[in-house]
Nanobody
């Protein structure tokens, strides 16, 4: 069974940090791009960051550059998203998703390019 499971969300004050995890099972992580997306209430799903299997293959949305960092540990079948200096506007459900490496030259940030999704983890930034 192909599965992605997110964890690590929670309630944090502005300026705080979290580490989100995406653990995959049922398929080899090394053969996939993994993307992180978020969806705030009443808004569409937006790409936050993604990572490929080669060093330096990662992309970030302009709104999170310098604050979020993505990394992967193929041995643990897990991708991490370190979210720092959080703002109230970062409040959303965060999802991870997988897309085969062979489909793209660089990791995509569009949700429509991913077809395997996790169930999401809530991040709430509030004082």
């Amino acid at each position: 069974q192909l599965q992605l499971v997110e964890s690590g969300g929670g309630l944090v004050q502005p300026g705080g940090s979290l580490r989100l995890s995406c653990e995959v099972s049922g398929f080899p992580l090394k053969d996939y791009f993994i993307g992180w997306f978020r969806q705030a209430p009443g808004k569409g799903r937006e790409g936050v960051s993604c990572i490929g299997n080669s060093v330096g293959t990662s992309n970030y949305a302009d709104s999170v550059k310098g604050r979020f960092t993505i990394s992967r540990d193929n041995a643990k079948s897990t991708v991490y998203l370190y979210v720092n200096n959080l703002k109230p506007g970062d409040t959303a459900v965060y999802y991870c998703a997988a897309a085969p490496l062979v489909y793209f030259i660089d990791c995509p940030l569009s949700p429509r390019d991913y077809d395997l999704w996790g169930q999401g983890t809530q991040v709430t930034v509030s004082s």
